[in-house]
């Protein structure tokens, strides 16, 4: 029977859309399941075959659930807030809403192409105003909370105000920025603006000067996982460190409690490690250095007080506030050349380079309290202001990087470890090491000596024992128009939310994307932009007074908003009276199983856990954590076509710029880089070339040679893999119709076989690549079906692995030979007869398999297992509907289209979707007969087939009489008989 991929998986999915197959119910007696794929963010270039992996393992998963009888939530939305969508605009004029709604019809039309059992009624869009209409109010609820210490979880901001009323700031344990002192009747008689200006302190969303990664090519801050060597990772502009107002989350009040909860979740060790050392928490101590002749004071965090008698001098970061106080007036140069050499880099940046250290002295200098030496105060970068206190005692002789900073600056260094004479990498910060050189600390181990040293530290009253987190505040502002509206307006410069009545605030229109020519972020030229305190309203920025109409926040919130809650908005997505219902969040609970990148370990995972903790603190929810398991997928790689070697004639000339002056340039074929030398290619130049590349750079007095090692180096750019043979050979009639690539002949030197030879590499998968491969095209080929087992055949979920085209037709012919098996040519042929033991023991060894699988996510195997079970039923021209149907409903969560079909054709009016899954019955799998091996004196012989049910007196008595026994005894009588029934039969003669 023809298998019509196209006729079969377009007329299954109509069905599926027409009937509404997996619209979940929130009014059932069935145990629910919940599965859940990372937010995707709809790009203008579509799905490639690796975005699909997750998706596909997540709907084998939902699909095996609902058989199994659970009411399986699988939902599906669009992180469409971003970055991409402004710039798009920006480019080219078009609203980001349009762009949007575009690529998400894109997305969507894609999805349903591959078959995926989403629930399509309760998409999400955080573009949408009544979707962040809700993250608005979470924010509010963020604003108006402060997290309680001694409860150990956030509370509202009235309770906080009520205790300053009581008590002011006397028996408060709270997260603030500053130590603030006050009575009960100093708060009472401050001015509104001065209580608000307290509360900042407090509140867990707050604004505050904080330095951030400012992309004046963009016009915006950026996350650090935005900006990459020092530029966007969009367009490549410069990034640079500047302090800005901005609003921040005080996710930091709940880095223990982050902490801890790791350990209860179900999630891959490697990205719990990852937010473990994001969060990083340490013990150690703050010690407070006086600054000679100075009222200024340094305070640093150390996790090892009992090194300080060796502190031999004070390392402040470049932003620290008191650099400027600090600094005498022959240093400012070069601390401020310093600064402005620093601001180019990115913390990340920052604290990945080890090796290399810089800094500049301030010219002054603080008194160790222990030892009263002079310690030199210096700036330098590898001191980040966010961790700790911006500030480090730097400690030589056990640091590594202060003790390169200490070579490199000529500083003292003092060995305080016993035994430690020769500086070696693996000796510093040994905790295992004995302190000496102090006569309180001599001789003990090192928890000893922090003990003891840090009780001294507050005897002096110089600091206090203390823990310390590595995790920062999350930056909440962005300078971008394609976002989420701040719910905030300004009155005498103090932030106040606005009434949840007035939500959503909605994204005005704009005609500029774009900062306003005072530097104000794009919101910035919105006509209708201002708030009217009195009628509750947003009205014209012509209007606003700040008396009546106020200035509204002009930042937008960052993409990660609207994607750290989403997962709430599913249970409940058209309610309009609450965010969700509780009764629906206590009904779906976590997320059972939650599949995406790892790539979002410190960002996403981290910010939904944060947000998940709050809103369970002040009630809304009451589950701890968002994601009970998680899974991250590995990489589809691409089969790069690379290039082309290039030998430029303009050193470091970009890639824009090399399509430019791609006639200029030389491409040599793979096959001959090893021959290729200087002297050869200055041969194949036009002598005109070399003048014209002597005047462009100023080198006329350059030998050609030198001119060459100069001005060229080896490039190696993509080409679009569709222009390669199988044999790599590139077909320049494809290469001259792209414009990046014409006259590409004309530059080449090509192999004696007048063939120019380019190499593959296996990559990641990307458009900028020229390496992606569009799933449209194999569901067109090949079908869905073929696309969805052939991803999970790939290899483990887990791993990253090659993508090959040629691979599908083998997949492909396993499903024309599974849709066969229900067929005697073109007709249906199915058998009411009771199947073979044979054909059971087939059926019961793949569903224990798949079960298994499943269960592991060993997705891979199961398509092997799928593989083995058709040819074996094939062989046995198997047409038992007992076996056929039990089968389609087996392969169904990984092939839907062809098992409905089937299903159907079977004669069943209803979807396979809710079918049961076959039990799997060990019965089936035990022997009949049992192959015994029978040796004699140790040595096996023969095989002997007897029934699996006999006893091993029953065993001897039929081995006795066989004929091959008597045979191998040769009339000798056996000594001893060694018999384990169902494993051996063993004669000593």
């Not at 990372?38 to 596909?56: D, R």
């Not at 669009?78 to 991409?84: E, K, R, V, W």
Request: net charge negative.
């Amino acid at each position: 029977m023809f298998y019509d991929h196209k006729k079969i998986e377009k007329d299954w999915q109509k069905f599926w859309e027409e009937n509404q197959t997996y619209k979940t119910t929130d009014k059932t007696d069935k145990p629910k399941f919940y599965v859940l794929d990372m937010f995707p963010y709809p790009s203008g270039a579509g799905l490639h075959v690796g975005h699909p992996l997750g998706y596909i393992a997540s709907d084998i998963y939902a699909r095996y659930k609902r058989h199994e009888g659970f009411n399986v939530l699988h939902p599906i939305g669009y992180d469409s807030f971003g970055l991409p969508a402004e710039q798009y605009a920006i480019q080219t004029g078009q609203h980001p809403a349009v762009t949007t709604e575009e690529n998400i019809a894109r997305y969507e039309q894609q999805m349903r192409k591959i078959g995926f059992s989403f629930d399509w009624s309760r998409e999400l869009r955080t573009s949408d105003a009544s979707y962040y209409k809700w993250t608005q109010w979470i924010f509010i609820q963020l604003f108006d909370s402060w997290y309680n210490k001694s409860t150990d979880k956030a509370e509202p901001i009235s309770e906080l105000m009520q205790h300053f009323e009581n008590e002011g700031s006397q028996n408060l344990l709270a997260f603030q920025n500053d130590q603030l002192n006050f009575t009960s009747e100093e708060w009472k008689s401050a001015s509104e603006l001065d209580q608000q200006n307290i509360l900042l302190n407090y509140r867990l969303a707050y604004r505050a000067e904080t330095t951030v990664n400012w992309c004046p090519g963009l016009g915006t801050v950026l996350a650090n996982d935005e900006v990459k060597d020092g530029k966007s990772e969009r367009g490549s502009f410069p990034v640079f460190q500047k302090k800005m107002m901005q609003w921040s989350m005080r996710i930091t009040a709940y880095s223990e409690r982050l902490l801890k909860g790791l350990q209860n979740l179900d999630w891959p060790q490697p990205l719990k490690d990852a937010q473990e050392y994001w969060i990083g928490k340490s013990q150690g101590a703050i010690v407070t250095f006086d600054v000679e002749d100075s009222v200024e004071k340094i305070s640093v965090f150390t996790t090892r007080p009992d090194t300080i008698f060796g502190a031999t001098f004070i390392v402040l970061a470049p932003e620290n506030p008191l650099v400027e106080n600090l600094t005498i007036e022959g240093q400012k140069e070069e601390v401020e050349n310093y600064i402005e050499q620093t601001s180019k880099k990115t913390e990340r940046d920052r604290m990945s380079d080890v090796k290399n250290v810089s800094g500049a002295f301030t010219g002054t200098y603080a008194l160790n309290p222990f030892t009263n030496q002079e310690m030199p105060i210096y700036i330098s970068d590898y001191v980040l202001m966010g961790y700790g206190t911006g500030a480090v005692m730097a400690v030589p002789a056990h640091d590594e990087r202060d003790h390169r900073f200490a070579k490199k600056f000529d500083l003292n260094i003092v060995n305080v470890i016993e035994n430690d004479n020769d500086i070696q990498q693996e000796s510093f910060d040994s905790k295992d090491s004995v302190c000496v050189n102090s006569e309180f600390l001599n001789g003990l181990k090192y928890d000893e000596a922090k003990s003891l040293i840090i009780a001294e530290i507050e005897k002096k009253n110089i600091g206090h024992g203390t823990t310390n987190y590595r995790q920062r505040d999350a930056i909440f502002s962005r300078q971008r128009y394609w976002g989420e509206p701040v719910p905030i307006y300004y009155k005498d410069g103090m932030p106040y939310s606005l009434p949840i009545s007035a939500l959503p605030l909605e994204l005005p229109e704009v005609e500029k994307y774009l900062p306003t020519e005072d530097g104000d972020p794009p919101l910035g030229n919105a006509k209708t932009f201002g708030w009217d305190e009195a009628n509750q309203k947003i009205v014209s920025t012509d209007l606003i007074d700040d008396e009546n109409v106020f200035p509204l926040e002009l930042s937008t919130m960052p993409g990660w908003a609207g994607s750290s809650w989403y997962f709430l908005r599913y249970m409940d997505p058209n309610n309009k009276e609450v965010f969700t219902d509780k009764n629906l969040s206590d009904y779906w609970g976590q997320v059972d199983l939650y599949i995406g990148g790892s790539e979002h370990a410190t960002g996403h995972l981290l910010y939904s856990r944060f947000w998940n903790m709050f809103m369970k603190d002040r009630g809304y929810i009451n589950h701890e954590e968002p994601f009970k398991k998680l899974i991250n997928q590995g990489m589809i790689l691409g089969m790069s076509a690379m290039p082309i070697i290039a030998i430029p004639k303009i050193h470091n000339l970009d890639v824009e710029k090399f399509y430019e002056f791609n006639a200029k340039n030389i491409f040599v074929s793979k096959d001959l880089i090893p021959k290729v030398d200087h002297e050869y290619l200055l041969s194949e130049l036009d002598i005109n070339l070399v003048d014209e590349l002597k005047d462009l750079m100023g080198l006329n007095n350059f030998s050609e040679n030198e001119l060459y090692a100069f001005a060229f180096q080896p490039l190696e750019l993509h080409i679009p893999v569709e222009f390669l043979s199988l044999s790599n050979e590139i077909d320049f009639n494809k290469t001259n119709s792209d414009y990046r690539l014409f006259n590409l002949e004309k530059s080449c030197i090509k192999n004696l076989e007048g063939k120019f030879i380019a190499h593959r590499e296996v990559e990641k998968m990307s458009k900028s690549k020229y390496n992606v491969v569009n799933p449209d095209d194999i569901c067109e080929e090949y079908g869905a079906d073929c696309l969805r087992l052939y991803e999970m055949f790939l290899g483990p979920l887990e791993q990253s692995k090659p993508w090959n085209t040629q691979g599908l037709s083998g997949v492909y012919g396993f499903l024309k030979k599974f849709y066969n098996l229900y067929y005697n040519e073109d007709v249906l042929e199915i058998s009411e007869e009771e199947p073979t033991k044979e054909e059971y023991k087939i059926l019961h060894t793949l569903i224990k398999k798949v079960v298994a699988d499943i269960a592991n996510f060993s997705f891979n195997t199961s398509v092997s297992s799928f593989m083995i079970a058709v040819n074996e039923f094939q062989k046995l021209k198997t047409n038992k509907r007992k076996i056929l149907e039990s089968l389609a409903i087996v392969v169904s969560p990984y092939a839907p289209h062809i098992c409905e079909e089937l299903w159907r054709n079977l004669g069943h009016n209803t979807s396979i979707e809710f079918e049961k899954f076959p039990e799997f019955e060990g019965k089936y799998l035990v022997e009949d007969e049992i192959q015994y091996p029978v040796s004699f004196n140790g040595k096996m012989k023969f095989k002997l087939a007897l029934p699996s049910d006999l006893t091993a007196v029953e065993i001897e008595e039929i081995a006795l009489k066989e004929e091959r026994v008597l045979q191998q005894l040769a009339g000798n009588h056996p000594k001893k008989i060694i018999i384990v029934p169902k494993k051996i039969i063993n004669i000593v003669f």
